[in-house]
């Protein structure tokens, strides 16, 4: 009787065995060679630790390393073109977390699927070794994080003595007034960032992604320093005209202390590989004293 | 005032008083409560702030937070629920009188999601364009409700001068879902952040952050006022039904056109500045009318008496109970009209 279930466990394990390592011969062999990405911020990761020649196929809204301009468009987030991406051959896709249809009709097609959801400041450096050992780039995927790591710990210690400044961090609101302000909450990798740049959020309390905060909330928060990171929103031409719209509340220490900055730079907010250098470039808006 | 008008509106409502009676009576009632909520509600916020200090001369008004909470965050947006909610109410009115169906609002003939267009155009295309103190916004919106007025319009009088019903009904039902249409074409040609502040604006929102842009819409809002001025007497008549009010000597073209013009610029207005609020059209006027009867003497002040404290206080609401965070205030004005405008009806039945 005894030895029945001894036989089975053995079998089981045999099985097991022999699965896993079917299934890291596969893992192993298949070094993706035709990549198809839908998200900007990975495909930036693809090219910084060197899978960029394995890339056929990237999102419309790819704009960044230039060696992706000259490459096929699959759709993006809402509109990825299915016939598109097969018609690219890939044998791996890189898909938003929602995406689930995708990732659905790429199972059936056979078409190894990576997911990925934005999150905070450790999910890049996370998704960046997940990444790079999925298309058999660990070492230097490894390396890159490494390094990101590093310049991110510089930019923290550059600031760690400086008293952090109570920031609001606004992505969005309408041209030349205060309405529809969208500012950062309490996570996501911008908030993570402000930290690292010796900012503290000014909805640190708030656990969302972004928060629209009313002008009396503003008023009432008083941040010491207003950045607002908003490659889409405005124009460079329009910079000043746009800070001057936070005139219209004068108690507020940034409105007073001329502490009012608009940035426009598109990497400022792409959780990629160029995150150190964001977390730099707002360091010295906040703390220019540090960088002297 | 004549007794032909006094005959209708009593006739339809229990109400045996006379009419300036019944007038004073709202009028002061829901004035009064008009007065309350707009004199309450700045005293109230996401904040605490003290009265003490709003008005000490001694403390510089740059660097008076309090004073700023007070002027600058919540007397604009009392102002802008006020005259939001009492525009909408008013025109609501109107519109259900004229196309004698108690179903519609001031946004079933197409002036709101024209307005809607027109708003999500310039804040997909037009970033940072601003036309002096105010931003593209709410003019692209007026220009977006003008349009959507100027085509129903048209094609309502276009074969009878006197305006068909069914053909506004219609028209209006099909230009709301055409522009629907090209609304959701243009969000989905563009990016998140202008899809997401897209959204914002159609939940509607007071939270106006100066007296420019209430102070921009007050024109409109004050032509329309005064044509509503002129209408109570025949959309009585109207109501009844345009023969019978034209036997009894109503222009029946002229009334409907200056109430489609009225109430649609008074539309246009209130969309404009605080975006396409639901519920206050349909729901004031006919709790009004459960309260007051159905004589438009009566119904139309009453209305955007009480469309005026309905909104303000609703926003209250929306700024406080999920403070810091806002609740869209459309969302509390449905969530709060819904039911009790059904408790109304179910009691009274």
């Known amino acids: 009787m005894a030895a029945r279930p001894k036989g089975l466990t053995r079998l089981t394990l045999v099985v097991l065995l022999a699965l896993a390592a079917t299934g890291a011969a596969q893992q192993g062999a298949a070094a993706p060679k035709r990549i198809v990405s839908l998200v900007p911020a990975l495909t930036e990761m693809l090219f910084a630790f060197g899978a960029g020649p394995q890339v056929v196929g990237v999102s419309s809204y790819d704009d960044f390393p230039p060696e992706v301009k000259s490459l096929p468009r699959v759709g993006a987030l809402l509109d990825p073109d299915m016939e598109r991406i097969l018609s690219l051959r890939p044998d791996f896709v890189i898909t938003y977390g929602s995406q689930t249809d995708v990732q659905t009709q790429l199972a059936r097609a056979k078409i190894r699927a990576f997911s990925y959801r934005h999150a905070g400041l450790d999910s890049v450096l996370s998704t960046i070794r997940n990444l790079g050992t999925s298309v058999g780039r660990a070492r230097e995927s490894e390396r890159l994080a490494r390094d990101i790591q590093g310049r991110l710990d510089a930019t923290r210690a550059r600031v760690a003595k400086l008293r952090p400044l109570r920031t609001l961090l606004v992505f969005e609101r309408d041209p030349a007034s205060l309405r529809g302000v969208y500012a950062s909450g309490g996570y996501g990798f911008m908030h993570d960032i402000l930290g690292v740049a010796g900012g503290t959020d000014m909805f640190d309390d708030v656990s969302r992604e972004s928060v629209q905060p009313s002008v009396e909330t503003i008023l009432a928060r008083a941040p010491e320093v207003i950045l607002e990171v908003r490659p889409m929103g405005v124009a460079k031409a329009d910079i000043e005209k746009e800070r001057h719209a936070w005139d219209a509340l004068p108690s507020v220490p940034a409105v007073r202390n001329g502490r009012v900055y608009i940035a426009t730079d598109e990497y400022l907010v792409v959780p990629g590989p160029r995150v150190a250098q964001a977390a730099e470039a707002i360091a010295r808006i906040l703390h220019p004293e540090a960088f002297r | ?349």
């Not at chain 2, 008549?237 to 222009?251: I, K, Q, T």
């Open chain 2, 1 to 349: 005032m004549s007794t032909l008008d006094s005959t209708v509106a009593v006739g339809a409502s229990a109400l045996t008083r006379p009419v300036r009676v019944r007038l004073a009576l709202a009028v002061g009632g829901f004035g009064a409560l008009a007065v309350a909520t707009c004199l309450l509600a700045p005293l109230v916020g996401s904040t605490t702030i003290s009265l003490a200090r709003v008005f000490d001369r001694s403390i510089p008004f740059s660097e008076n937070v309090d004073a700023q909470i007070f002027f600058i965050a919540r007397m604009p947006r009392v102002l802008a629920g006020a005259v939001t909610g009492a525009t909408l109410a008013a025109a609501g009115v109107v519109f259900q009188a004229m196309l004698r169906n108690p179903l519609a609002t001031p946004f079933t003939l197409g002036v709101s999601a024209g307005a809607s267009l027109g708003a999500m155009t310039a804040i997909i295309f037009g970033t940072a364009i601003a036309v002096g103190p105010l931003s593209i916004v709410p003019l692209a919106s007026l220009l977006g409700a003008g349009l959507a007025a100027a085509i129903v319009y048209w094609l309502a009088t276009l074969r009878d001068r006197a305006m068909s019903t069914t053909v506004l009904l219609l028209a209006g039902v099909t230009l709301n879902a055409f522009f629907s249409a090209l609304i959701l074409f243009l969000q989905y040609l563009t990016n998140f952040a202008e899809v997401y502040r897209a959204m914002r604006w159609i939940m509607g929102d007071l939270d106006v952050g100066s007296f420019q842009p209430i102070l921009a819409v007050l024109p409109l809002v004050a032509i329309a006022f005064a044509m509503f001025a002129l209408l109570p007497s025949s959309l009585n008549l109207l109501s009844v039904g345009s023969d019978a009010a034209a036997a009894r000597g109503v222009n029946v073209a002229r009334t409907q056109r200056l109430a489609f013009v009225s109430a649609s610029l008074a539309t246009a207005a209130a969309v404009s500045l605080a975006g396409p609020i639901g519920f206050i059209g349909i729901i004031v006027p006919h709790l009004v009318r459960l309260l007051v009867g159905v004589d438009h003497r009566v119904v139309l002040p009453a209305s955007a008496l009480f469309g005026a404290a309905f909104l303000v206080a609703c926003d209250v609401g929306s700024r406080t109970i999920l403070a810091p965070l806002e609740v869209p205030v459309g969302v509390i004005t449905a969530l709060l009209g819904g039911p009790f405008f059904l408790w109304l009806l179910v009691r009274k039945g």
